[in-house]
């Protein structure tokens, strides 16, 4: 018995102190939204009549109890929307969450008349104050098209909201207005006028005042967004690029993704020493990094120490996509982050590459069938194409994206042809038109980028969607072909997601688990070209250098899927704006959000 005394004790003092300091953020986030739930339903729901507080209540002056009505809707719906951000533990959310909590008890003090909210609020207001010292996060990257989302979002929710209003009053009603004659009377009300719906006594004054509440509400808040100081996007700067490419110029041969850190709409944070760095960008609150650390392997833990303060000190999610094997190694054992293969990256070897084989028949007839059918191919340095014919091809390849957005991060550079990249490869196809020593029609593009002094790796493939198939075949059988006179020992062609299930799952002996899952990869292939990177990749008989995600707890894994799919531009939540409400440029910062300018590194 004398040994339990003490677990007993140790447990009361658990229950007593209350949750760990960390994890108070989440729990108030979620309490938030419950307390902006309460609020909102105070304001919205006729006052009970029956509660004990109502005789203490009346001495209250007549006309609060509509504007307390309004307050309590106002501040449910503020609570409900600095839920995340108290989840984040940002600090601006919590100063808004300290003054809303009062105001909101107060107010349905005075209108609901119990004491319920009000302890609810309160007691949720001891822990925000006690733990003050936990909200600490810093802004988030700020853009315009904010404004209009919530315009958009607020507008929609106000009007449901306001119907819900104009409803819960059936026998104080006059008449029987239709649903039409609703709909009517919220939209006045939101914009402050009288609608044609009527109520007895004061119900009408009451209703009048919530619905300009949701208004009122709706217009501040996204004038606030629209015109609040920005947090301008990630962009590198020029000082920041020379010393990335500083660092490529004597360690870019490690990792193929090393020239991909130069996208100019990622930030950057460096080691101590100035030997490493981590290009990242951030995403819908996940801070998102691609490849390996640029730089000495000696120096990558002090780069990912500065990436994961960052991380914290702005409460992001911290994850990186297609790191190699050596990468995750280094990542999880400095910072105690969780490794998962992504996927493998196709290497040839330009030394044993041939067309000679079985193996090769199908590609080494498609490249005969093209070229009789009058194609040419030219394989050069960017630096060796004049200005005329670079215009012409960035020109070609806006023209032939296959989509409204651009793709790609990870492994996109994000553009063609600019001087500071005269290392970079361009192949070109052309339709001939017989008149000699004079190339045709220009009909498909390949770009690649450094990698170190003897590779390159694979950013984009366009084609004219009138040109013959096989054009994409042809200019990387063209690349290849042309590697040794270029000083090329090894290309990277495209990344193949989950290629090892997909290889794995399709031969005899696959288990019912392993052919379920290659049945859904397949399946998600209609959309994502899974399968058919991974087909496509195969013909060119590749070795296979697996990429793995880098992730913090598996729960967030859906989280950083989503915000890398709206990285590589398959997702896209911008909406078009205003003028007015356009991003301006911006002096550069060395931590935000990343924004367009993307390029397809799939086929």
Known sequence: MSGEVPTRSHRMR?????????????????ACALVGLVDIGAGVFPRF???????????????????????????GILLLLLAHGLKRAKRRAWRAAVVLLPAGAMAQFSYRHSLVGVLISLALLAPLLRHRDQFSALPDPRSRWRALANFV???????????????????????DPSLADRITHVLYGLFGFEGPVDY????????????????????????????????????????????????????????SLGHFALRRDKAVVFSPSGKAAVTYRVVSGVMLASGDPIGDVEAWPGAIERFMDEARA??????????????????TRETGLDALELGDEAVVDVADFSLAGRAMRNVRQMVKRIERAGYQTRVRRVRDLGDVELDRIRRAAEDWRGTDTERGFSMALGRIGDPSDGDCLIATAHKADGRPGQYGDLKAIL?????????????????????????????????????????????????AMFRSALARGEKIGAGPVLRVWRGLLVFLSRWFQIESLYKFNAKFQPRWEPRFVVYRASGDLPRIGFAAMQA???????LPLPRFLRRRTAPSRACAHAVTERDVRAA
């Open 200 to 255: 007895q006594g004061d119900t009408s004054w009451t209703v009048a005042v919530s619905l300009g509440a949701l208004g009122l509400l709706t217009a501040i808040t996204t004038i606030y967004l629209a015109f609040r100081p920005e947090h301008p996007a990630a962009r590198l700067t020029a000082e920041d690029e020379a010393r990335l490419r500083a660092l490529l110029d004597k360690h870019g041969g490690r990792d």
């Open 568 to 574: 590589e531009g398959f997702v896209n939540l911008a």
């Open 49 to 75: 009549r029956h509660s004990r507080m109502h005789t203490i209540a009346e001495v209250l002056p007549g006309a609060l109890g509509p504007f307390a009505a309004a307050l309590a809707l106002s501040a």
């Open 447 to 495: 770009h690649f980028v450094p990698w170190g002094t003897d590779g390159v790796s694979l950013d984009l493939m366009r084609r004219d969607r009138s040109a013959d198939p096989g054009m994409n075949e042809l200019l990387i059988v063209a690349a290849l072909q042309a590697a040794p006179r270029l000083g090329i020992t090894r290309v990277s062609l495209n990344f």
């Open 314 to 331: 702005h409460s992001w999610t911290p994850a990186v996509m297609g790191c190699s094997e050596t990468g995750g190694e280094v990542w």
């Open 153 to 175: 979002l607020m507008g929609a929710g106000s009007l449901a909201l306001g119907l819900v209003i104009v409803s819960v009053h059936p026998n104080r009603l006059v008449g």
């Open 14 to 30: 658990r229950v007593l102190s209350g949750p760990r300091p960390e994890a108070v953020p989440a729990l108030v986030g979620r």
